[in-house]
């Protein structure tokens, strides 16, 4: 199988010029704004975590105690569902079909678009794709870039095969394989540095770098590294006992970074938080020959890098050429490849549902309802307000005759004692309720929902699309086609999500199957059939295939409908018919909709001879018609199988000479 990148070993220099390289990666971008806390504040406004005020801390405080008397203040949701409606629609146009990405070519290239169809449904299932481009729409949504990264990995999986010498044959032997195919991958946008002298959705076209980095456990390091072919073997000592944080540069955005966004989370929000392995590994003195680490940062860099500036001595070493870069803590480079993919992408791909050629100014649909959201929790929290008011009470006291720890008691039913000096005298003179009125909150309650308006309005959403129901008065027909094109800001989303992101990503898709699928045989789970993977024959007709997704599917690639139009017309005319092969174009036509009719097509042997059988039948009825008395022996002999080199299938029965019959000169209809 073609390897898609040759690692190589690099010499001290290269290697020091290179970390220098990634550090001002980062320093760039680092300069330029703070883009983790604003990723932050929209995290915290999407979960309605903003609310840090005194007063709202201390009514959760007591409610989580089990006090229920106190009220929090209320964030009004506004953003999460707005960027999940958003999110829903762009899964349903994108993710719902089987498979994700399907495959459409002429009929000459049928089978090879059924093999590169299997490939790709295959790998879709194995890397859990719809999940990845999930969490890209997300992304996109909240922020207003989401990243997906599409490479040619390789890995270690396994097989069963049956071995009656392993465990007695009572179990299968499980046997290691290498897997190799194209992988997507959702990067995490608190932990991804990119080129921002170009805008974001042509980083992979003319931006210089992109990277990201992972956290890694000691034993996950270890497997990561096994599985890089001709990995730094000289670096990887030094990589292991690399500490975090051994490298220092301004700003610190090469930590990993993880934002503290639930106050109320399940785990530690600390991701490096983890057991320290030399208190259960028993090494000590000579055995430990690696200082290792608990955990580790782990960096891949891909850049566009001109070899002869970092002393590289490789072909074309003055052309630009695209490398990929695996560093461990900043400070040990471990893998180094120039990548040879035909596509000539950088091969991470960033998304912006909303572009209007300001770039990094957009605001993303998170930040366009936030201040609906802010505005709405205001008022709100004046109606909740007004409630503590209603349930608490103001009054007049006077302190010479009552003490302020009476008044302000918790206790609802407590009696309140009065001074001797209040003896004598009055009691309704030592304390004055001031009257609570509420003449705002139902209005405000109608303020709210109109807000709420102005954010469907911002967003292009309404509240049937949220899953809300409307009542009204139009009928099934008026009320699809007003949804229709309500859904036109939607679909606009749609073709600008296909040209930044799915585009680019069929083409990497189709290119890399075409430059390193090998030979081998892969299930195809829709069609229920093992298919044969040629990689010869996929090259051949690499020109011809077109990938399409949710937004062009198959039968738009092909036309189904016209096709389905053409063949009522072919089938209603003759002179059209006799210019066509009918049955190869029914198969294909089927095909293109999922089913795969081209195993019950008619083999060339058996139509002749079927012609013949017919031809004779008639013949044979033309001769009971002239003479119904007929002697059977004397009629010619009746076409058989042998002759038109046709092999029949299972036991069929041959059409014999019709029997003489007193009621029918001849019984069996010619077929």
Same mark, same amino acid.
């Given at each position: 199988m073609t390897q898609p990148s040759t690692a190589m070993m690099l010499p001290k220099k290269t290697q020091e010029g290179i970390l220098r390289f990634h550090h001002e990666c980062f320093q760039m971008m680092n300069q330029q704004w703070n883009i983790r806390e604003q990723f932050q504040k929209v995290d915290q406004i999407y979960m309605r975590e903003n609310d840090l005020t005194i007063e709202n801390q201390r009514a959760r405080a007591y409610n989580r105690y089990g006090d229920s008397d106190k009220l929090q203040n209320i964030t009004i949701p506004v953003v999460m569902p707005q960027v999940e409606s958003a999110t829903t629609y762009q899964a349903s146009v994108f993710l719902t079909g089987t498979p994700i990405f399907g495959v459409a070519s002429g009929p000459e290239f049928e089978d090879e678009a059924l093999q590169m169809e299997t490939v790709i449904a295959d790998a879709a299932v194995r890397g859990g794709w719809v999940r990845e481009f999930m969490m890209m729409f997300r992304d996109g949504f909240k922020y207003n870039l989401g990243f997906v990264e599409v490479t040619w990995e390789r890995r270690v999986t396994a097989v069963l095969e049956t071995d009656i010498t392993f465990a007695g044959g009572r179990q299968a032997k499980p046997k290691e394989v290498i897997w190799e195919g194209n992988c997507i991958k959702r990067l995490d946008p608190y932990n991804t540095f990119y080129d921002t002298r170009v805008a974001p959705t042509h980083v992979h076209t003319d931006g210089e770098f992109i990277g990201y980095t992972e956290l890694k456990s000691r034993v996950a390091l270890k497997a990561f590294i096994n599985t890089l072919p001709d990995k730094m073997?000289?670096? !990887?000592?030094?990589?292991?006992?690399?500490?975090?944080?051994?490298?220092?540069?301004?700003?610190?955005?090469?930590?990993?970074?993880?934002?503290?966004?639930?106050?109320?989370?399940?785990?530690?929000?600390?991701?490096?938080?983890?057991?320290?392995?030399?208190?259960?590994?028993?090494?000590?003195?000579?055995?430990?020959?690696?200082?290792?680490?608990?955990?580790?940062?782990?960096?891949?860099?891909?850049?566009?890098? !001109?070899?002869?500036?970092?002393?590289?001595?490789?072909?074309?070493?003055?052309?630009?050429?695209?490398?990929?870069?695996?560093?461990?803590?900043?400070?040990?480079?471990?893998?180094?490849?120039?990548?040879?993919?035909?596509?000539?992408?950088?091969?991470?791909?960033?998304?912006?549902?909303?572009?209007?050629?300001?770039?990094?100014?957009?605001?993303?649909?998170?930040?366009?309802?936030?201040?609906?959201?802010?505005?709405?929790?205001?008022?709100?929290?004046?109606?909740?307000?007004?409630?503590?008011?209603?349930?608490?009470?103001?009054?007049?006291?006077?302190?010479?005759?009552?003490?302020?720890?009476?008044?302000?008691?918790?206790?609802?039913?407590?009696?309140?004692?009065?001074?001797?000096?209040?003896?004598?005298?009055?009691?309704?003179?030592?304390?004055?309720?001031?009257?609570?009125?509420?003449?705002?909150s139902s209005l405000i309650i109608q303020e709210i929902g109109l807000l709420g308006n102005y954010a469907n309005t911002i967003s292009g959403q309404n509240p049937v699309k949220q899953g809300q129901f409307v009542k009204g008065n139009k009928t099934q027909k008026e009320f699809s086609d007003v949804m229709a094109n309500a859904n036109g800001r939607d679909q606009m989303t749609s073709m600008l999500l296909e040209a930044q992101i799915f585009t680019p990503v069929k083409e990497i898709l189709k290119t890399n199957i075409i430059q390193y699928q090998g030979g081998t045989s892969v299930y195809n789970r829709e069609k229920n059939q093992q298919v044969t993977i040629d990689p010869v024959a996929l090259r051949k007709a690499v020109m011809e295939f077109k990938v399409s997704d949710g937004l062009t599917p198959t039968d738009k690639l092909i036309n189904g409908d016209i096709m389905m139009v053409a063949m009522q017309q072919i089938g209603s005319s003759p002179q059209i018919g006799s210019g066509y092969n009918i049955a190869p174009l029914f198969s294909y036509l089927m095909k293109t909709q999922g089913a795969h009719l081209k195993e019950f097509e008619k083999s060339p042997e058996q139509m002749a001879y079927e012609s013949a059988v017919a031809q004779y039948q008639q013949m044979v009825m033309q001769l009971y018609k002239q003479n119904p008395d007929q002697d059977p022996a004397k009629l010619p002999p009746q076409p058989t199988p042998e002759q038109f080199k046709y092999v029949p299938a299972g036991n069929n029965v041959q059409p014999s000479a019709p029997p003489k019959s007193t009621t029918s000169p001849f019984p069996l209809e010619p077929q």
């Open positions: 073997v000289d670096n !990887i000592t030094a990589a292991f006992e690399s500490g975090l944080g051994s490298i220092a540069v301004s700003g610190g955005l090469e930590s990993y970074f993880t934002p503290s966004v639930n106050p109320a989370a399940m785990v530690n929000t600390n991701m490096r938080a983890t057991t320290n392995w030399l208190s259960w590994a028993e090494l000590s003195g000579a055995d430990k020959k690696i200082q290792y680490k608990n955990m580790y940062e782990v960096t891949t860099l891909y850049a566009r890098i !001109i070899p002869s500036d970092f002393s590289l001595r490789v072909p074309a070493p003055n052309t630009p050429q695209i490398w990929k870069f695996i560093i461990v803590n900043h400070s040990v480079i471990i893998y180094a490849e120039r990548q040879t993919n035909a596509h000539g992408y950088l091969p991470i791909m960033i998304c912006q549902p909303q572009e209007d050629g300001l770039q990094y100014q957009t605001k993303s649909l998170a930040n366009n309802v936030k201040p609906i959201q802010e505005v709405s929790s205001t008022l709100m929290n004046s109606v909740i307000a007004a409630r503590r008011r209603a349930i608490s009470d103001r009054g007049l006291y006077d302190p010479s005759r009552v003490n302020k720890s009476d008044i302000n008691s918790a206790n609802p039913s407590a009696k309140i004692p009065v001074r001797a000096s209040a003896y004598g005298k009055p009691l309704g003179e030592a304390y004055f309720p001031i009257p609570f009125r509420d003449d705002q």
